[in-house]
């Protein structure tokens, strides 16, 4: 079982940036690639980036390549994902989210592999 508990999320004026943090419980953190999902009122929860389990790989949408940028401590059981150059069209609820798999796997872009979900941080990006 592991808990994720989401922070750093808030008001912010386009251009500007934010950090989200995901700090997870159990002993077992390195074991699970690690996905930043988010969801925009009255659309689907779309995926943002993932890190794998070493920190070696990571995946990102095509919207938020070159502005955002995952990484994860596992000494810390935290990741983190450092937003740039915000936009008003990335204001959506984010969620972090776990998924068990073995050493070496790519981490996944699906929202369905993730067993685990935080409750979600609010970003809002004002213009």
């Known amino acids: 079982q592991v808990q994720l508990v989401e922070s750093g999320g808030g008001l912010v004026q386009a251009g500007g940036s934010l950090r989200l943090s995901c700090a997870a419980s159990?002993?077992?953190?390195?074991?699970?690639?690690m996905g930043w999902f988010r969801q925009a009122p009255g659309k689907e929860r779309e995926f943002v980036a993932a890190?794998?389990?070493?920190?070696?790989?990571?995946s990102y949408a095509d919207s938020v390549k070159g502005r955002f940028t995952l990484s994860r401590d596992n000494a810390k059981n935290t990741v983190y994902l450092q937003m740039n150059s915000l936009k008003p069209e990335d204001t959506a609820v984010y969620y972090c989210?776990?998924?068990?798999?073995?050493?070496?796997?790519?981490?996944?872009?699906?929202?369905?592999?993730?067993?685990?979900w935080g409750q979600g941080t609010q970003v809002t990006v004002s213009s």
């Open positions: 989210a776990a998924d068990r798999v073995v050493a070496g796997a790519n981490p996944s872009r699906f929202r369905w592999t993730y067993e685990y």
């Open positions: 890190i794998s389990r070493s920190g070696d790989s990571t």
């Open positions: 159990g002993r077992t953190f390195s074991s699970y690639a």
